[in-house]
Nanobody, 115 residues
């Protein structure tokens, strides 16, 4: 059994920064690729940033230049550094990883950006 455990959400003022982390609970398993998604109230879940299997990175246009995704070499932890946060970044952020053909999701962590 494996879980994705997120941490690091919270409340921050506009222009501030937060760092989210996602840890794979069972490091004997390979979860690849991994990335971050978010869901704002009344909206669909959307991609924020993700690693592809070859470790290349894809960002949503809305976060390019502000957010940075990183990981450790073993794919045990994926982090999201979020700078210059805006109120429209307010959402529940989810870590997602692929175990074979099965999509795994974290429990979500709330990020709230006040204006």
């Amino acid at each position: 059994q494996v879980q994705l455990v997120e941490s690091g959400g919270g409340l921050v003022q506009s222009g501030g920064s937060l760092r989210l982390s996602c840890r794979v609970s069972n490091n004997r398993l390979t979860i690849n690729p991994m990335g971050w998604y978010r869901q704002a109230p009344g909206k669909e879940r959307e991609l924020v940033a993700t690693f592809n299997r070859d470790s290349s990175v894809k960002y949503a246009d809305s976060v390019k230049g502000r957010f940075t995704i990183s990981k450790d070499k073993a794919w045990n932890t994926v982090s999201l550094q979020m700078n210059s946060l805006k109120p429209e970044d307010t959402a529940v952020y989810y870590c997602m990883g692929l175990y074979g053909t099965v999509s795994l999701w974290g429990q979500g962590t709330q990020v709230t950006v006040s204006s």
